[in-house]
């Protein structure tokens, strides 16, 4: 057996084994003089560990002219520090029986990795090296940048992720949250070495850095290594930072016509970001509407009415100004009767309560993704890291889980009229090729 075929093998049983910590497990706090915290959490389930780096620095502090710059930079991360080539990297991760990689979202930026737990000191070294010392070598800004051009033009062609992003722009007008965190064509094209290490001194700074680690090792002797390797992070130049705001939504239609097989139509609303104390009910809010086949989007349009390819409701975690989303794929000709459809499914979740059998099946199935979700060690350390980023604490989740077992009937009532009020709509309908 090649080695490579090893190196995926232990991988896959990595990602299956890594469950999550027993219910006592708690996780060790440590911020450095630096500004830089350090998070550790013993999981002895399986013998594994995952570390996760969250940088406060994503699409949320961009502009129209650097629009991409670090999901470009998390990419290139990875691709050489000042010791190591691309190849290194890839190499070293594979020999501790893991992986490493990197991505920009909205309102952070992870570089993560997973391996045997006997080799999580190079794991936190090979990780600290790709965070602190990146080369940033020009042929691979190149190639990625290749690579995010032709990621950026799939989404351009595909109906859902061009319905998607263009509401996006039209719920956060003139808000950073508008634009999508893979970037606009023009702006990346543009991005060089110059640009990429500007941004990079900028927000890759200890006070911006969130170290979490999960798996089955010692909690304590982890944090005093990821304190050690990380010691050199540069302190941050800046005091604070100001809000966003609120930002101005669309509250009209737009029709995009596109070459399709499907309708796309989608409700946006503005809603309240994780830290608000509405979350709990709007999440509950959001699973009673159109999450899973109990949701009444999907029970009442796809079952009963057969007006639905697909159908739900989006309500992500948001550190700012948040949104809930409602969409369709649906027939072309069927488009009018699924758009009246859907309206008429919030107007009714706002003039009358959810029966009780409803408030239970929706509290019960976002608890249950909820634990799904947090069962292996990676996402234990994304949790924990994003969490602290987004300013609730690490141990958000215990307080997330009783807030949404303490939400009311009433209080879904109250958040559906608070929020699903006058809709911004973007339908797609297809026209011929």
Request: charged fraction near 25%; charge should be neutral; avoid cysteine.
């Amino acid at each position: 057996m090649t080695r490579v075929a090893l190196a995926m093998i232990v991988a896959g049983a990595l990602d299956a084994a890594s469950i999550a910590a027993p219910a006592e497990a708690t996780w060790i706090r440590q911020r450095l003089d630096s500004g830089l915290v350090v998070l550790a959490q013993e999981n002895p389930a399986a013998p594994a560990v995952a570390v996760s780096v969250l940088v406060r620095v994503g699409s949320r502090w961009e502009s129209d002219d650097n629009a991409g710059i670090t999901n470009l930079l998390q990419q290139v991360l990875v691709k050489g520090t000042t010791s190591r080539s691309a190849f290194d990297i890839a190499e070293a991760a594979e020999a501790m029986g893991g992986s490493l990689s990197a991505s920009g979202d909205t309102d952070y930026a992870e570089i993560k990795g997973a391996a045997l737990a006997r080799h999580w000191k190079a794991l936190l070294a090979l990780i600290a090296d790709v965070t602190l010392r990146p080369a940033l070598p020009p042929a691979e800004i190149d190639n990625e940048r290749r690579v995010i051009a032709s990621g950026i033009k799939n989404r351009l062609d595909q109906p859902f992720p061009l319905t998607y992003d263009t509401m996006m722009g039209r719920l956060f007008r003139g808000h950073p949250y508008g634009a999508p965190s893979l970037g606009r064509a023009a702006a990346v094209e543009a991005l060089d070495r110059q640009a990429l290490a500007g941004h990079y001194d900028r927000y890759y700074r200890a006070g911006r850095i969130i170290v979490a680690v999960s798996g089955q090792v010692p909690a304590r002797e982890v944090a005093d290594e990821v304190s050690r390797l990380f010691a050199s992070a540069p302190r941050d130049r800046e005091t604070g930072e100001a809000p966003l705001g609120v930002p101005s939504a669309a509250l009209d239609r737009l029709v995009i016509n596109r070459p399709a097989a499907q309708a796309q139509i989608m409700l946006g609303f503005l809603a309240p970001p994780i830290g608000h104390p509405d979350y709990a009910a709007v999440k509950v809010l959001q699973m009673a509407l159109g999450d899973g086949m109990a949701g009444r989007l999907f029970s009442e349009l796809r079952d009963k009415q057969g007006l639905a390819y697909s159908t739900g409701a989006l309500y992500p975690a948001r550190v700012e100004p948040g949104f809930f989303l409602a969409f369709i794929g649906t027939a072309p000709a069927s488009a009018g009767k699924a758009e009246e459809g859907m309206r008429a499914q919030v107007e009714r979740i706002r003039s009358e309560r959810v029966s009780e059998g409803e408030l239970e099946r929706a509290k019960a199935y976002l608890l249950g993704q909820f634990a799904l979700d947090r069962r292996t060690n990676a996402r234990l350390a994304w949790y924990a890291a994003f969490y602290e980023a987004a300013g609730v604490g690490h141990d958000f989740a215990d307080r997330y889980v009783r807030a949404i077992e303490a939400v009311s009937a009433d209080d879904v009532l109250r958040v559906a009229r608070a929020y699903l009020t006058s809709p911004t709509v973007v339908r797609l309908e297809p026209v011929p090729r």
